[in-house]
């Protein structure tokens, strides 16, 4: 008789085969924010989020950042937005700026949501490093407060005006309530960048991240 493989073994069939492999260097991260939002009339929202990343594992500075979002609700389930991110580095500085969209379709005890967007950075002078990201996740409401999610995001630089697959994010955590307006987010992220060369470097990201919204 043939088995039905379950929804749940099929993330663990993805996690092992993004978890193994062979890499270059190999990292453990740090990644903390703050974020607020608030809504603004005809379907418009706007949001600030300042981020501390800190990598070498987890003890030194890597970047700090603020960015601005402002978004528009086209209807229910379907967001236009468009980033703009100022970061600090140790020797650098730079600017960077997005627009996307995205759709969300809810079930009964799942959230299914598709982000898609292309950014480019600045710096130096000009705009440079322009990059088109995917990004599928999957929330479970389980309990009232508490959501677990997993996502998958894709990484294409532009290379000579042909987008290359360049990097990965797998991700899970859980979203937590803490009142109606404040909620706090912990997660793991397992990143591969540099896909295009042969051993990929491999990071592991832990973070958290304090919502609200008034």
Known sequence: MKKKVSKNNVWFYLFFILLNG??????????????????????????????????????????????????????????????????????????RISFGGSFQHNLKLIDLKYRTKIQRTHKNGDFSDEVFINKFSIQYKIIKKIKPFLSLELFHLNHKNHYKFDESRFSLGTSIDLSRKKSIKVFY???????????????????WSFNYKW
Not at 40 to 46: Q, V
Not at 189 to 195: A, Q, R
């Open 22 to 95: 062979n890499y270059g260097a190999e990292d453990l991260q740090s990644w903390s924010s703050l974020n607020i939002e608030t809504k603004l009339p005809y379907s418009f929202k706007i949001g600030l989020e300042q981020e501390l990343r800190l990598n070498n594992q987890a003890s030194s500075f890597q970047q700090t950042f603020s960015e601005i979002l402002l978004s528009y609700i086209v209807k229910d389930g379907v967001k236009l937005f468009i980033p703009f991110r100022y970061a600090i580095y140790n020797e650098k500085v730079k600017q």
């Open 189 to 207: 992220i397992l990143k591969k960048e540099k896909i295009i060369q042969i051993n990929p470097d491999k990071i592991h990201v832990l973070g």
